[in-house]
Every structure is written in C-alpha cells, then in structure tokens.
C-alpha cells in the first residue's frame, strides 16, 4: 500500500514538473511572435544588406512593386523592393509585409505569375538567368513574405531567418 502512495506522489511530480514546463515555453513563443509582428521589412531588409552588397541593383518603390506583382498596395504593411539594374538581368529581392495573415497566399501567388512571365522571359533568352529563376527563394515568415532572384539568394534566405 506504502508502494502505491509513493508511485502516485511520483507521478505527479512528474506532472507538475511538466505542466510549469510547458506553461514556460508557451509564454517564451507569445514573446517571440510579438516581436515579429513589431519587425518592419525595411529593418529585415537592413540585416539583409549587411550580409549581401546590393549596389547592383536598384530600390524599387509602391508603384513598381504594383507593377511587378499587381499587388494591392491597401493589403500591405510594409516593403522594400530591389530589382536588377538593367532588363537582362533578373535580380530581384522583395519583403513584404501584408497586413492581415489571410493575404499572406493572395501575395505569394502573384509572386508565383511573376516568377513564370520571367521564366518565359528567360528561359531561351539567357539561360543563366533563368537558372537564378529557377532557384529562386519564395518563403513565408510570420506576416512577412521573402521572395529572392539572385546568385546570392541562399546568404538573403540566411540573413531573413536570422532575423527573426
């Protein structure tokens, strides 16, 4: 009888120990979320230019953004925009930070027609150009949306991540 008082005592230890456990990591992700919804895209973009020399390319405002992406500028938050300095080159890196989470597929989707008219404009053109198209960078973060064409797409990619 001794014994079973004793595996009960133990068992719930174990439970408490787990239960404080889990009440601490889910307060530690609430903080972490917060801070990325306070993020902007021009400060991700800042640690992305500390990483990868951008001079090669150009800053791109609302309008080119609308142009590139046909994306409604009232869906989005905050952006920077960088494209290829010259049109036989595709180059380009956009963060976009959409308003509300539910854009979040509408805006990567008109990255996705993007991506194919400058496959089409490529692929015979200059294939290799076409090949950093190819193995270009579209991903999602919390309410940001990353989307790079470049040879050095993988150190952006790192740099975003590193971000948060």
Excluded: W
């Excluded at 990325?36 to 405002?61: C, W, Y």
């Excluded at 595709?90 to 539910?102: F, G, N, R, Y």
């Amino acid at each position: 009888m001794k014994r079973y008082g004793k595996d009960i005592r133990t068992f719930l230890a174990v439970m408490f120990a787990l239960a404080v456990a889990m009440s601490l990591l889910s307060g530690c992700s609430g903080e972490k979320e917060e801070a990325v919804e306070k993020l902007s895209a021009v400060e991700v973009g800042k640690r992305i230019e500390q990483e990868v020399n951008l001079d090669h390319m150009k800053p791109g405002d609302m309008s080119k953004l609308q142009k590139l992406y046909q994306i409604d500028a009232d869906s989005i938050e905050d952006f920077i925009l960088f494209t290829a300095s010259s049109n036989v080159k595709a180059d380009e890196l956009a963060i976009i930070k959409v308003k509300d989470a539910h854009q979040i597929e509408s805006v990567k989707e008109k990255i996705s027609h993007r991506i194919d008219a400058q496959t089409v404009k490529f692929k015979d053109y200059r294939p290799e150009e076409f090949f950093l198209i190819d193995k270009h960078v579209l991903k999602t973060k919390g309410p940001f949306i990353f989307f790079a064409v470049s040879k050095e797409a993988d150190q952006m990619e790192r740099a975003f991540d590193y971000a948060f």
